[in-house]
């Protein structure tokens, strides 16, 4: 099974480097130690039970199952369209439930954020406070550009990855974070 996994990854077409390491990694993580070493055409759905079952077992997540198994599904799909079985075996297959967070949204308080950033590095205080008092993720505001950013006018905006910035007074007043 994990020279089919190599064979799925090796035929993929422009993938990023991303997601080549990505699946190298879950291939030699999670796959080669376990199943890897069944023949592709052995492959059935007891193995991935198995495989399910380990996962669990050795405390892994239910999203790096659910990623792992969509990556061997997607191999054995390329097997199943290059012959070299007739069904995919990962069809089927239980998997863990994904637990979505339920939990009610906690903010701190002004005083609670003041002593996290009274803690902090110099070099960290004001883009920790853009991120709290905009409500922008790190991801986003990692993209910003200056020319994205008019202080005068109180307005971001950004193309990729974020749709649009507004900076302005806080939702609850003057005085929230």
Same mark, same amino acid.
């Given at each position: ?16 480097? $991303? ?6 990694? /879950? ?6 130690? &376990?199943? $890897? ?17 380990? /996962?669990? =077992?050795?405390?892994? !997540?239910?999203?790096? &199952? ?5 990556? &061997? !599904?997607?191999? /054995?799909?390329?097997?199943? /369209? ?33 002593? &996290?950033?009274? $803690? ?7 883009? *920790?406070?853009? @991120? ?11 993209? @910003? *550009?200056?020319?994205?950013?008019? @202080?005068?006018?109180?307005?971001? !905006? ?5 749709? $649009?910035?507004? @900076? ?7 005085? =929230?974070?």
């Amino acid at each position: 099974m994990a020279e089919m996994i190599q064979e799925h990854i090796d035929l993929l077409i422009r993938p990023s480097s $991303g997601t080549t390491r990505t699946d190298q990694t /879950m291939l030699d993580l999670h796959v080669r130690d &376990i199943t $890897g070493h069944i023949p592709v055409d052995k492959l059935d759905y007891r193995h991935m039970n198995h495989w399910v079952k380990s /996962m669990m =077992a050795k405390g892994r !997540s239910p999203k790096t &199952i659910h990623n792992v198994h969509d990556l &061997i !599904s997607a191999a /054995m799909n390329t097997a199943e /369209m290059l012959q070299y079985i007739p069904r995919n075996p990962c069809r089927g297959v239980q998997l863990p439930g994904l637990d979505l967070a339920e939990d009610e949204a906690m903010f701190l308080t002004h005083s609670e954020f003041s002593l &996290i950033v009274e $803690g902090m590095g110099e070099r960290y205080k004001a883009f *920790t406070s853009f @991120l709290v008092m905009t409500g922008t993720r790190f991801g986003e505001a990692t993209a @910003l *550009t200056v020319g994205d950013v008019d @202080l005068l006018d109180c307005y971001g !905006s950004a193309s990729e990855p974020m749709h $649009g910035l507004r @900076l302005r007074t806080p939702k609850y007043g003057e005085n =929230a974070l």
